[in-house]
């Protein structure tokens, strides 16, 4: 199946029509086992169907901290910048884009908006499959209390449907 393929087939059950963005990737960050610190990196390598390389929860290399609950639709994991903003403006709270434990930091990228839907990242495909939802280990992680500031701002969990290399200032497009 090629890339045409891929965007002309909807998720199952997602409504055809999608929010029009685009926005830019500001951050990168992978880490290779659970509990380690993230690393921000320049660019980082898409896998269809497993994961980022070199990622804690890279399918069939898994050691994150939810690796004994694998999932398919969590291969990789986008956050927006928006919401750290908001942090620091709404509860006093500075957490810098490492912190979150995501591996893409967007700009400009309604990530709730965009569940069932796929979109385009730099070169790759991928299809949002849920909300992140906040945890407690975060807390411990960060040391901030930024649980309930997170609740449906803790980023987006999506599959790779089309791998390839993904850069810093890439363009996130809606379809």
């Known amino acids: ?10 998720a199952e059950g997602a409504t055809p029509v999608s929010p029009a963005f685009v926005g830019v990737v500001r951050f990168l960050h992978i ?5 380690l610190p993230m690393h921000a990196v320049p660019q980082i390598t898409l896998v269809a169907g497993k994961g980022i390389e070199g990622d804690r929860y890279m399918i069939g290399r898994e050691e994150g901290f939810y690796s004994d609950r694998p999932e398919e639709g969590r291969q990789v994991t986008l956050f927006e910048i928006e919401t750290l903003e908001a942090l620091k403006r709404d509860s006093g ?5 490492q912190d ?17 839907r796929r979109f385009l990242l730099g070169e790759t495909l991928l299809e949002a499959t849920r909300l992140s939802v906040p945890c407690r280990h975060i807390e411990e992680i960060t040391g ?19 791998g390839g290399v993904v850069r810093l200032g890439d363009a996130v497009r809606s379809l």
């Open 144 to 162: 901030k209390a930024i649980f309930d500031p997170l609740i449906n701002r803790s980023g987006l969990n999506c599959r790779i449907l089309k």
């Open 31 to 35: 880490t290779p086992r659970a509990f």
């Open 1 to 10: 199946m090629d890339l045409q393929d891929l965007i002309a087939s909807p």
């Open 93 to 97: 709270i500075e957490l810098g884009p």
């Open 100 to 116: 979150h434990r995501r591996n893409v930091t967007v700009e400009g990228v309604p990530l709730n908006h965009l569940v069932g």
